[in-house]
């Protein structure tokens, strides 16, 4: 059974970059579209990218395009999602999901979610 792993998350002030990864055990994650989603204190979990299995095609909110870009290496059965330009309102937890439904992987995630990775943006 495929199992994630988030890491990378951190304190980093504003205006500063990150990058989290997003690690798969029990399958490959070439056979599934992937999704970061983030939430932060008090508010609903959001999706913030995703990434296509098939051929690698690429979804940002509005609220990160520009800034934050994602990627995958199959070899290394992992995902990245590369965070520039941080600001206060990106401080969440960070969640990966996998799913073979490109929708659910990119909005809603299929409720198997892990401990996520903290990101802090601070001064």
């Known amino acids: 059974q495929l199992q994630l792993v988030e890491s990378g998350g951190g304190l980093v002030q504003p205006g500063g970059s990150l990058r989290l990864s997003c690690a798969a055990s029990g399958s490959t994650l070439d056979n599934y579209h992937i999704g970061w989603f983030r939430q932060a204190p008090g508010k609903e979990r959001e999706g913030v990218s995703c990434?296509?299995?098939?051929?690698?095609?690429?979804h940002y909110a509005d609220s990160v395009k520009g800034r934050f870009t994602i990627s995958r290496d199959n070899a290394k059965n992992t995902v990245y999602l590369q965070m520039t330009s941080l600001n206060p309102e990106d401080t969440a937890v960070y969640y990966c999901?996998?799913?073979?439904?490109?929708?659910?992987?990119?909005?809603?995630?299929?409720?198997?979610w892990g401990k996520g990775t903290l990101v802090n943006v601070s001064s």
């Open positions: 999901a996998a799913d073979r439904t490109w929708f659910t992987a990119c909005y809603y995630g299929n409720g198997n």
């Open positions: 990434i296509r299995g098939s051929d690698g095609v690429t």
